[in-house]
């Protein structure tokens, strides 16, 4: 079965950077596109960013363009995602996920904390 598990995630400082990753099993890894998506407390899941199943093309939220950057290994199975200049904004649950034959799956998520 399709399985997502996110990690990286925990307390950092305003301005500064973390790095998620995401582990896929139980499909064609290199096969689809993947994306990075997060929920603040109160506010609807947003998309943070995306990225096409070969990496060539990836797309971004308006408020992580310049920011974050996203990135895949097909050969581990895994999907990344650096920020960098985080801020309080930035204070969510990501949640890996991927779309396949029209259902969509989703991580555990992981907490993401911007505190001084």
């Known amino acids: 079965q399709v399985r997502l598990v996110e990690s990286g995630g925990g307390l950092v400082q305003p301005g500064g950077s973390l790095r998620l990753a995401c582990a896929a099993s139980?499909?064609?890894?290199?096969?689809?596109?993947m994306a990075w998506y997060r929920q603040a407390p109160g506010k609807e899941r947003e998309l943070v960013a995306s990225?096409?199943?070969?990496?060539?093309?990836?797309n971004y939220g308006d408020s992580m363009k310049g920011r974050f950057t996203i990135s895949r290994d097909n050969a581990k199975n895994m999907v990344y995602l650096q920020m960098n200049s985080l801020n309080s904004e930035d204070t969510a649950v990501y949640y890996c996920?991927?779309?396949?034959?029209?259902?969509?799956?989703w991580g555990q998520g992981t907490q993401v904390t911007v505190s001084s």
């Open positions: 996920n991927v779309k396949i034959f029209g259902r969509t799956y």
């Open positions: 990225i096409s199943s070969a990496g060539g093309w990836t």
């Open positions: 139980g499909f064609t890894f290199s096969s689809v596109g």
